[in-house]
C-alpha cells in the first residue's frame, strides 16, 4: 500500500466526518473540494479511479454552449454564467490545463444555418463572454482553409468563428481532487460503497470494500452525498428499495486520429437542427465526436461499438476531408454515459441540467452537469448539505477563484524549466508545462533520485516515467490504467504497449512494496 493511501486509510478509521462525498467524478470532487475550503471535515470515496468513468470521457471542452442561443432569450443568462466559468478556470484557476481554442462552424450550401444566423449568434456569443477572446465574426471559405486546410470546400460558403476553451479533462479532475486534499480534504480511489448506514430512518455513513486489499470498514458522516453519476439510481435503493428510477442515460462516444499536420483551429459541424459533431485538435491528434443515443446497458460496459465509429466518422465528413478520416489514423475511442433527468423523448433533446434531491433518509443526490460548471455545482451541493447540517455554506467559492495546484502560464513555466534542464527536449518541456505547471518541479525532482525517470514512455510520445512516479506517490495511481490514461497520454495517443504496461506495472509493485 501506497504511503498516501496509507494515510487516507488511517484518516478515514478516525472519529466521524461532516460529510462523506460518494464518487469520484466531476461533481464528486468539486463538492470535496467546496466542503473543505469552508472547513467541513469531508471524504471523498471512489469506487473506481477519480475520474474514471463519465468525466474523463468528455469532448474536452470548457464552453459557453453556443448551441444554447438557438434556445431563445431564456438561455442567454446560462451562457453568460457558462462564459463566466470557462474565463475563470482559464484566466486564474487552470491556466496551464484549460486553454482558448478558435472554433470555425462551417456554411454550407443548403445546409441547416445560414451566415447571416450564424455571424450574429457567434457575435452575441462574443458579447456575452465580454469579448475576452475576441471578436466573433464569419470568414470567408478561403480564409477558413486558412485556419483548417483539411475542411471540405464543396459547397462551403464560409466559416463562423468564435472562441472557446479547451482541457485535458482527466487532469483537470486530478489536480481538482489533490486542491480539495491541500485544503483538508480526505479521498480514497478503489474503495467501493456496499451499504449505507443508518441510525433510524436517517442515513449516518457508509459501509466500504476496499477493492484492492478485500479489507471492509465504514465511515461515519452527518450528512452523505450520492454523487455517483450513472450508478446514482443503485445508490438511491441503497437508501429506499422502493425508490423509484430518477434519470437516464446518454451514450456519448469519441474518436480519436493522429494527424499529419496540427489544426490550428477546431470545428463545430452542424448536423441538424439540434446536434453537432466536434472536430478538435487535443493532444496532437485530432478528437472526433459525439454521439447521442440512449443507453440501458450496464454503466461499467459503456463503450465505443462499431456503429458509432462509422456514424462519428460519417458526420465528421460533411465537413472534413476524407484523407483526414482515414481509418488507419485511429488511435483510441472512448464513451461516456450524460446523466440526464428521466422523462420521455429522445435524449437529444432532453434538458442538460443539475438536479439535486434528498431521499427519505436525508442521503443527497446530484445528477447531472458538466465539465464548464463543475465548480459552481459543487458549491451547489454544498449549500444543499449546508441546509442538512443547519449553517450557510453557500460561498464556498465567491470572492477570487482559488487556483488550482501548478495553476501558471504554460509558456513561463516552459521558460523555467527549460533553463533549469536544457538537455530536455522540447515537446517534453511544452508537455509538463501544459500538464502539470509549476508542479513540473515536483515531478522532474524525482528524476533526481533516478535519471532513468527522465527517459520517455514510448519514443512516440512526450510522457516520461517520472510521471508514472509522480502519480503513484501524489495522484493515488495504484492501477496501470490510473496512470496510462488518467495521470498521463499514453493511452490516448494509442501508445500503450505491452512492453509499457509490464514496466508501469512494476515501477507501480515496487513503490507500494
Known sequence: MSEQRARAREALGHGAFDLVVIGGGALGIATTWAAAR?????????????????????????????RYLAMGPSAVPMVRENHAERRALGDRLAPHLVRPLPFLVPVYRGGPHSRPVLGAGVML?????????????????????????????????????????????SRVAITAARAAAEA??????????????????????????????????????????NA????????????????????????G?????????????????????????FAI??????????????????????????????????EASTGITSDALDRS???????????????????????????????????????GGKWTTFRRIGGSVLARVGEALGRDLSHAFDGVPSALPGAALPDRVGAVLERELPT????????????????????LALALEDPTLLDRVHPDGPDIWAQVAHAQRYEWATEVDDVLRRRTTVVVRGLDTPSVRERTGKLLSQATA
Open 125 to 169: 456569443y462574443s458579447a456575452l463572454s465580454g469579448f475576452g477572446d475576441g471578436m466573433g465574426k464569419v470568414l470567408s471559405a478561403r480564409r477558413a482553409q486558412e485556419y483548417i486546410p483539411q475542411i471540405r470546400t464543396a459547397g462551403l460558403r464560409g466559416a463562423a468563428l468564435y472562441y472557446d476553451h479547451q482541457m485535458n479533462d
Open 329 to 367: 489514423k485511429l488511435a483510441y475511442t472512448f464513451a461516456g454515459l450524460r446523466v440526464l433527468p428521466g422523462g420521455a423523448g429522445d435524449t437529444s433533446h432532453a434538458k442538460r441540467e443539475t438536479v439535486i434531491t434528498a431521499g427519505r433518509g436525508g442521503m443527497i443526490s446530484v445528477a
Open 38 to 66: 469552508s472547513g467541513l471535515r469531508v471524504a471523498l470515496v471512489e469506487a473506481g479511479d477519480f475520474a474514471g468513468a463519465t468525466s474523463s470521457a468528455s469532448s474536452k471542452l470548457v464552453h459557453g454552449g453556443l
Open 228 to 251: 455517483t453519476g450513472p450508478w446514482l439510481d443503485k445508490l438511491r435503493r441503497m437508501e429506499d428499495p422502493s425508490a423509484a428510477p430518477s434519470i437516464r442515460l446518454s451514450k
Open 253 to 277: 462516444a469519441h474518436l480519436v486520429l493522429k494527424t499529419d499536420s496540427p489544426w490550428r483551429a477546431a470545428m463545430t459541424i452542424p448536423v441538424d437542427d439540434v446536434r453537432v459533431s
Open 281 to 314: 485538435p487535443w493532444e496532437g491528434q485530432l478528437l472526433l465526436g459525439t454521439t447521442d443515443e440512449a443507453y440501458e446497458g450496464d454503466p461499467a460496459d459503456v463503450s465505443c461499438s462499431e456503429k458509432d465509429i462509422t456514424q462519428i466518422l460519417n
Open 184 to 225: 483538508g480534504a480526505v479521498l480514497l480511489n478503489h474503495v467501493e460503497v456496499v451499504g449505507l448506514r443508518k441510525r433510524g430512518s436517517l442515513v449516518s455513513g457508509v459501509e466500504l470494500r476496499d477493492r484492492l486489499d478485500g479489507s471492509s470498514f465504514g465511515v461515519d458522516a452527518t450528512v452523505v452525498v
Open 424 to 443: 530536455l527536449p522540447d515537446d517534453v518541456v511544452k508537455h509538463l508545462a501544459t500538464h502539470y505547471g509549476t508542479v513540473s518541479h515536483e515531478v
